[in-house]
């Protein structure tokens, strides 16, 4: 199957700790179908995190007329808060810069 960005649908969901939302969007952003859930913290109750995913998906796909398992032309996002230290987010890309230049640099020397 081909990505084609003009007819994908896009599975939005929001995970937050007491409670999770989720919508299905079109290209245009346009809202197609919408759920809500439990909680959805993959860091402090991965499993539950996973089971209110799958109940978002079962619930926008019901609203989409849709069998759970097609999912061929839909792109799943998910958006948590706080799930990376202060310290990790801030010196990313910095140290990504580095690895890159060095593998350039070492790209380059190789020859």
């Given at each position: 199957m081909t990505f084609d960005v003009t007819t994908n649908l896009y599975f939005c969901v929001d995970a937050g700790g007491t409670r999770s939302r989720a919508r299905v969007l079109d290209v245009q952003g346009k809202s197609?179908?919408?759920a809500a859930s439990g909680p959805c913290n993959p860091a402090t109750m991965f499993d539950q995190a996973v089971e209110s995913i799958r109940d978002l998906w079962r619930?926008?796909?019901a609203s989409l007329g849709r069998r759970e398992?097609?999912?061929?032309?839909?792109?799943?996002?998910?958006?948590?808060?706080?799930?990376?230290?202060?310290?990790?987010?801030?010196?990313?890309?910095?140290?990504?810069?580095?690895?890159?230049?060095?593998?350039?640099?070492?790209?380059l020397e190789d020859g």
């Amino acid at each position: 199957m081909t990505f084609d960005v003009t007819t994908n649908l896009y599975f939005c969901v929001d995970a937050g700790g007491t409670r999770s939302r989720a919508r299905v969007l079109d290209v245009q952003g346009k809202s197609q179908a919408q759920a809500a859930s439990g909680p959805c913290n993959p860091a402090t109750m991965f499993d539950q995190a996973v089971e209110s995913i799958r109940d978002l998906w079962r619930q926008c796909a019901a609203s989409l007329g849709r069998r759970e398992d097609e999912t061929g032309d839909i792109v799943f996002a998910l958006g948590l808060s706080a799930t990376i230290p202060v310290a990790l987010a801030a010196w990313t890309p910095a140290g990504i810069s580095m690895l890159m230049g060095a593998a350039l640099l070492l790209h380059l020397e190789d020859g």
